[in-house]
């Protein structure tokens, strides 16, 4: 006979990793990793186990890994945080793709964290049938490295990677620091081939690196957003959606919000939207954004920006949306082409 917590998995600092049962809270696990893990070896259930975390402040050492299909959803109560040292570049939570849903929830984003010395999130593969099929949720939480030296695949230095996946931010604080110039790339969020959904979430990076003027391919340079192949399947699908969003780049190094390669970029459009959101970039000259020429970005509400002045635009075939001019504080967007507004 099945209980309301037959597919919950319980999590307590005084727990027992050795003796713990699913489904019962007093005999929770000790660690989150190991409930983690034990989750990803037992049987599935139709939606995937729910890992409900007590208060409590968590370590981690290790890394664990979800297999391809298998969902999980983690539910951290208030004032529940982890922390997470790894031995070795890497990201703590990884996810091998398929069809599947990995929920992260916390009870708000100023008394919850996940915290790591490298990345946090990687998920999805290059053999994804569609990005609809594999989902990152993060609700309610801070999600926070300070080490941009983590995303050994390409050089570059990344809080959350997705790879043909759907990653939606909501209510949630997602931030990386780099203290010292380390000669890679940095970006707070990574994606390729998917779509990102952020909404009432803050995006922000601390640089020290050491940037020029303006970014070009092979140098070293922090985006918050960074898109690298872009996304194939049915047209103006709004593949990056971005509503009441804060975007900040600080720090002494160089950095910009939001760049789209282009590359893989297919014949039919494919859009961006942004609905009140705001850009700060300080320290450094920045490129607030840049996207190829032959994107659609649709603007409903307002979209500000703030700090000084950004880089010359860029040549090689991209558009730079740069605002403001000099000596302005705060400049609202006026792209000419750019459709606006659309509601969406």
Known sequence: MLTPYSYTLFVDPSGNNSIAVIGDYTKPWQTINAAINYAGTSSQPTGGYTVHIFRGNYTATQ?????????????????????????????????????????????????????????????????????????????????????????????????????????????????LTTPTFNGIYQNVIWFTQGYLSTL???????????????????TTHGWLIYENN????????????????????YGTGGGGAIYSSGQGYPTYTQSIFLANVYFQCVGKQHTVYAYPKQDSVYIGGSVVSGGPSPDSLWSSGYGAWQNPA???????????????????
Do not use: C
């Not at 009432?200 to 092979?218: F, L």
């Not at 872009?230 to 780049?249: H, K, M």
């Not at 000099?326 to 969406?344: D, E, F, H, Q």
């Open 200 to 218: 009432d979430t803050t995006i922000e990076m601390s640089s020290s690196t050491a940037q020029p003027s303006y970014p070009s391919a092979g």
């Open 63 to 175: 890394s664990v890994t979800y297999a391809t299909d298998k969902s999980i959803s983690l539910f951290f109560e208030p004032n529940t945080n982890l922390d997470v040292t790894l031995g070795s570049v890497g990201y703590w939570f990884n996810h091998d793709g398929g069809t599947a849903s990995v929920n992260i929830s916390g009870s708000g984003k100023s008394i919850n964290y996940i915290s790591s010395n490298f990345g946090v999130f990687k998920v999805g593969a290059s053999g994804q049938a569609s990005a609809y099929n594999l989902a990152l949720n993060i609700h309610d939480i801070r999600i926070s490295s300070s080490n941009a030296s983590n995303f050994t695949g390409t050089g570059n230095g990344v809080v959350i990677a997705s790879q043909k996946s759907s990653l939606n931010i909501d209510n949630s604080i997602i931030s």
């Open 230 to 249: 872009l996304v194939t399947g049915t047209s103006d699908v709004g593949r990056i959606r971005l509503q009441n969003t804060y975007l900040s780049q």
């Open 326 to 344: 000099p000596a302005v504080g705060l400049a609202i967007y006026n792209v000419g082409n750019s459709n606006m507004p659309r509601p969406y």
